[in-house]
């Protein structure tokens, strides 16, 4: 009997939860096998299937709070490069930690599904400062762009970790963690009041 080969490809076509699981690591970094079940309604097979593919890859992580290792999930290269392509996205999240980028999946998933459409990640909002700075220059004030563009490079205003359109309002989202000391947040909360957004932090 001749021996089976190995599928060219699990994922041939991407269904609508299976963009939302791409959107969702997109935007957050890590996601959880909850996460995945419960708030996407992926199957635990078709997740695998991914993780065939190549797209996504399973991590360990040991939860300090449950005191047990559990398995988390993110984009690898080339699942990367499935979003781009297949998606149109970009600006992917930058990782700070599992720990720090679970608690930002938690908030994501906090909003509907809706909402999450007009999630922004840190790249993004770092664009919407880079845009308003050239605003500030356009309209002649050179020496405040000057002084913003210092601030962002010395680190007196540092960029939060997400912002979400809701009910015609924008909230800056930042994870704080025990390792924020407060330089840190008075850099984020420098942002927050140039751009005149709502902030939620959430503490983890």
């Known amino acids: 009997m001749a021996k089976r080969g190995r599928k060219s490809a699990y994922i041939v076509k991407l269904t609508s939860k ?59 290269d080339r699942g990367k490069t499935l979003c781009q392509t297949q998606l149109n996205l970009d600006n992917f999240y930058k990782s700070a930690s599992a720990r720090h980028d679970l608690g930002v999946a938690n908030t994501y998933f906090s909003f509907s599904t809706e909402d999450r459409e007009k999630w922004k990640t840190e790249g993004d909002m770092r664009n919407i400062m880079h845009q308003h700075i050239e605003r500030v220059e356009n309209e002649g004030d050179v020496a405040r762009a000057d002084e913003l563009r210092a601030m962002l490079r010395n680190g007196t205003m540092s960029v939060p970790d997400a912002g979400i359109l809701k009910d015609g309002r924008f909230v800056a989202i930042e994870v704080i963690t025990s390792s924020y000391g407060l330089v840190e947040l008075a850099a984020k909360e420098a942002y927050v009041e140039e751009m005149g957004f709502e902030y939620k932090t959430i503490k983890i």
């Open 18 to 76: 299976d963009q939302n699981l791409l959107k969702a690591l997109k935007n957050v970094g890590y996601l959880t096998q909850q996460h995945v079940q419960s708030e996407i309604g992926l199957s635990a097979k078709r997740l695998l299937n991914f993780q065939r593919d190549n797209y996504i890859e399973k991590c360990a992580f040991y939860n300090k709070e449950t005191k047990e290792a559990e398995h988390i999930y993110r984009l690898t």
